[in-house]
């Protein structure tokens, strides 16, 4: 019988918010500036990495002539463009955090993403002080899919790692929360339908799913 779960790690592009989707339109713009394509095996590849391990994939792939630091800076200049008018929240992620804290059961975000970066994202809904704490790329030496950053966050969160729920929409990350040893849940989006979540505990439609809900033991809202 397994431990009950008593804490919840939500990855963030993809799975809180629609941002992997953004990342494509960055990917393509990049690529198409310089006459390529963004080609998707390469987008599967990259998502869930640390930055600028993605980048360098990319330039390894299309043999291109740009630094990782050159790209880096044209990438954020795109995306500041496109977070103004695109960014939302993912189906049924304010519902969640909103039962968690019903409930008093902590969560944290475990991220590949930068600081920077997160922290731009989330104080656009005011969302940073909702969390115990953020883990990004920054602050592992290896990013997913080893499974160092689930191992922080159950460390600091001063629990066993199979009594931390994992929310993650693609392969690489579910392998890190697999590897971890945490209760890995794979909420595939369109960009990560084909991905392989074999080894994860449930493999659910959205943040709204009800199997979510049951492994926590939480009310789900509208439901009496």
Known sequence: MRNALRAVVFDLDGLMFNTEELYQQVGSTLLERRGKR????????????????????????????????????????????????????????????????????????????????????????????????????????????????????????????????VLEDSHNGCRAAIAAGTFAVAVPGGHSQTHDFSGCALRVDSLRDARIYEALRLPRPGVA
Request: proline letters at 6%.
């Open 38 to 165: 963004f080609e998707a095996e390469l987008l599967d590849r990259m998502m869930g990495r640390p930055p600028q391990v993605s980048l360098q994939m990319m330039i390894d792939w299309h043999k291109l002539d740009d630094t990782v630091e050159g790209l880096s800076r044209e990438t954020e200049e795109i995306f500041a463009a496109i977070l103004d008018r695109e960014l939302a929240c993912m189906p049924g992620l304010e519902e969640l955090l909103s039962a968690l804290e019903s409930e008093r059961i902590p969560k944290a975000i475990a991220t590949s993403s930068g600081r920077r970066f997160v922290r731009n994202v989330l104080s656009r809904f005011e969302f940073e002080p909702r969390f115990e704490f953020i883990l990004t790329a920054e602050d592992v030496r290896q990013g997913k899919p080893h499974p160092e950053i689930y191992l922080t966050a159950a460390s600091r969160l001063r629990l066993l790692p199979e009594e931390v729920m």
